[in-house]
């Protein structure tokens, strides 16, 4: 069972409506990407600043990650095509210099090509209740051009490198 069906699960015993909404706007994320190839799918690795922007490894990001058209990575060796940073404080672009003067990043297909991203909902990832959230902030950076939520420069921001 994945988590989003565990969420619906326990929501139906506590508010139906809410358990219908999340399986219908899951279904729709789904649905619309149902027809991309694997080679749409950004490789995506989530860095967390507060953890001196090591990797996430969680298996719940990367089920969000993959419902909302991306391929989980844990590994910058893994050259990713979509670096997302966790803000979790203010001094996050005073330590930017230092993340982007590290190989492995500046070498990357997401440094090369301006995809570098910053959540800046301190919660992303944390809470079952933000999880259709977190999985359209996802689905807005991986996929563009097939959903617009309305997050953008709220939840999250896209860095400009270049």
């Given at each position: 069972?994945?988590?989003?069906?565990?969420i619906i699960s326990t929501l139906q015993n506590i508010d139906a409506a809410k358990a219908?909404?999340?399986?219908?706007?899951?279904?729709?994320?789904?649905?619309?990407?149902k027809f991309l190839t694997e080679d749409s799918f950004p490789?995506?690795?989530?860095?967390?600043?507060?953890?001196?922007?090591?990797?996430?490894?969680?298996?719940i990001l990367a089920e969000k990650i993959k419902i909302a058209g991306g391929r989980f990575i844990t590994n910058l060796a893994e050259n990713p095509d979509c670096i997302l940073i966790i803000q979790r404080s203010e001094n996050l672009y005073s330590?930017?210099?230092?993340?982007?003067?590290?190989?492995?990043?500046?070498?990357s297909n997401a440094f090369q090509n301006n995809n570098i991203?910053?959540?800046?909902?301190?919660?992303?990832?944390q809470l079952d209740e933000n999880y259709l959230k977190d999985t359209e902030v996802l689905a807005e950076i991986f996929q563009?051009?097939?959903?617009?939520?309305?997050?953008?420069?709220?939840?999250?921001?896209?860095?400009?490198?270049?």
């Open positions: 069972m994945t988590k989003y069906q565990e219908e909404y999340l399986e219908e706007e899951i279904d729709i994320i789904l649905h619309k990407l490789k995506a690795i989530v860095l967390d600043q507060e953890q001196d922007f090591l990797p996430l490894e969680s298996p330590q930017f210099p230092s993340l982007l003067n590290d190989i492995a990043v500046s070498n991203f910053i959540i800046q909902d301190s919660n992303f990832n563009p051009k097939y959903f617009v939520y309305g997050h953008d420069g709220s939840a999250w921001v896209k860095f400009e490198v270049q």
